[in-house]
C-alpha cells in the first residue's frame, strides 16, 4: 500500500470522526475530556494526520456512544 493510499484512508476516517462529532453536538475539547486524549491528537485524527491505534479507535467509538462498525459505515477508499 502506498503513502498516499494509506493517507486518503487516515483522512476519510477523519472526515467520519468529525461528521460524528458535531452531529452529536460535541466540540473536540469534549471528545478528548471522554476518551482522555489530547484535543490536538483529536484534531490530527480528523485532518488525516494520526494513525490511529485500535484502542484509540474504540475510544472514540465509546466517546461518540456508537459501535465500531458505524465509525466505518460507507468507508469507501
Known amino acids: 500500500m502506498s503513502d498516499e493510499e494509506k493517507h486518503k484512508i487516515s483522512v476519510i476516517f477523519g472526515e467520519r470522526v468529525r461528521t460524528l462529532r458535531k452531529a452529536r453536538g460535541l466540540s473536540q475539547k469534549q471528545i478528548s475530556i471522554i476518551t482522555r486524549l489530547d484535543r490536538s491528537y483529536i ?30 459505515k460507507d468507508f469507501d477508499v
Open 43 to 72: 484534531g490530527g485524527v480528523e485532518r488525516g494526520e494520526r494513525n490511529v491505534s485500535l484502542y484509540n479507535i474504540f475510544k472514540i467509538a465509546t466517546a461518540l456512544d456508537i459501535k465500531l462498525d458505524e465509525l466505518f
